[in-house]
């Protein structure tokens, strides 16, 4: 048990599909570790103590437009169809966002058709500034009126930075609509695992080729012979913080169980002013279950804990160069995923980045002799 093809750190979204793709589709062995005690990464799913399907580490919603990344993903688990809604508590009531012709009714008294709707906002943005950071992109999309109303306060609690400081990758996802679609995503598959996500990783990795070991940290099982490492946790971390610690921003998570059937009325109400938290989720929007008691999460963002969101800055892109550097001189280790290319990556992207880095593997590997 102490040799192995192939070491797989991280048991998250992107490392369960390298393993999974390097013990079928090159017949390598594969040990996968993971430091915490379960597998499914931030996506890891659970029953509290009330019989109440959670996300431990926030919700996390599937869409994609890939069709392979579905149809790969579909080996593992049947799905349920959810289409995510969100809220945002502004001035004291409940407005659609991302924005919307309704968002923009409630709160700039604006009405009219798509095309009045699309001129108005035209009229209030600022299309001309120099895009230097998140506060330039936003505001030459929207205007400095929804600006205030919805992303400042909210960046500053998130980030723990004002927008001003931000990369403009920060709000690349972020889009107005000037008709009533109040969905959150737009894209062509969007699902839940019917049985949860935990459930889908354990089909992932319920193979012969496939050992798995949690609560193990990769400096513990360094000497184990390998041909290779997939590394999929901090890239920083690898290189021993040799240019010192790249920057992240956690969560604090709150849940309570409540006697009732429905605590809000969307999955997700996010909270952009003046309350410490960020959002509250209802998971049982998301999962669907049926239950008489209702279970809500939530989120308060910190400086220290487990590293969730890379912090977009100038000052940190330059660093993490420097490690893809250092990264793109091993022959004998490669890096993917949120933490190891240090980028925020939704599920779906996190799946196609390390089916990627498969394919790209494999043309380089022979093929294993069946046993």
């Given at each position: 048990m102490s040799t192995f093809d192939c070491l797989v750190v991280g048991a998250g979204?992107?490392?369960a599909v390298l393993a999974e793709r390097l013990a079928v589709g090159l017949q390598r062995t594969v040990l996968v570790i993971d430091r915490r005690d379960h597998l499914g990464g931030n996506a890891y799913d659970f029953f509290d103590d009330a019989g109440i399907l959670v996300h431990k580490y926030g919700p996390h919603i599937f869409h994609t437009n890939s069709k392979k990344v579905f149809d790969y993903?579909?080996?593992f688990t049947p799905w349920r169809h959810y289409e995510h809604r969100v809220k945002a508590w502004v001035?004291?009531?409940l407005v659609p966002f991302p924005i919307n012709s309704e968002t923009i009714r409630l709160l700039c008294g604006v009405t009219g058709t798509a095309d009045q709707i699309a001129n108005w906002l035209e009229s209030v943005a600022e299309p001309g500034r120099i895009i230097n950071n998140s506060e330039d992109a936003i505001v030459?999309?929207?205007?400095?009126?929804l600006f205030d109303k919805l992303f400042r306060s909210y960046t500053r609690k998130q980030w723990g930075l004002e927008a001003s400081q931000l990369s403009p990758c920060v709000t690349t996802r972020v889009s107005a609509r000037h008709n009533e679609d109040d969905r959150y995503f737009t894209d062509t598959y969007q699902v839940m695992p019917k049985d949860g996500y935990n459930r889908m990783f354990e089909k992932m990795l319920n193979?012969?080729?496939?050992t798995v070991s949690l609560n193990t940290r990769y400096k513990n099982v360094a000497q184990i012979q390998r041909t290779h490492t997939f590394y999929t946790g901090p890239i920083d971390e690898f290189f021993s913080y040799c240019f010192g610690r790249l920057p992240y921003r956690s969560m604090r998570f709150v849940r309570s169980t409540l006697d009732c059937e429905q605590f809000q009325p969307v999955g997700?109400?996010?909270?952009?002013n003046d309350e410490d938290y960020t959002r509250i989720t209802e998971f049982r929007h998301i999962t669907g279950q049926a239950h008489t008691k209702t279970s809500i999460m939530y989120e308060f963002p910190t400086a220290e804990g487990e590293p969730f969101y890379p912090v977009p800055t100038a000052e940190s892109a330059s660093t993490y160069k420097r490690y893809s550097e250092l990264a793109r001189k091993l022959t004998n280790a490669s890096f993917s995923g949120r933490l190891g290319s240090y980028q925020y990556l939704n599920m779906d992207q996190a799946v196609a980045q390390s089916l990627a880095l498969f394919d790209s593997h494999s043309k380089r590997q022979p093929m294993a002799s069946l046993s």
């Open positions: 979204f992107s490392g993903l579909s080996q001035d004291g009531r030459s999309k929207f205007g400095r009126h193979h012969p080729n496939i997700v109400v996010t909270y952009p």
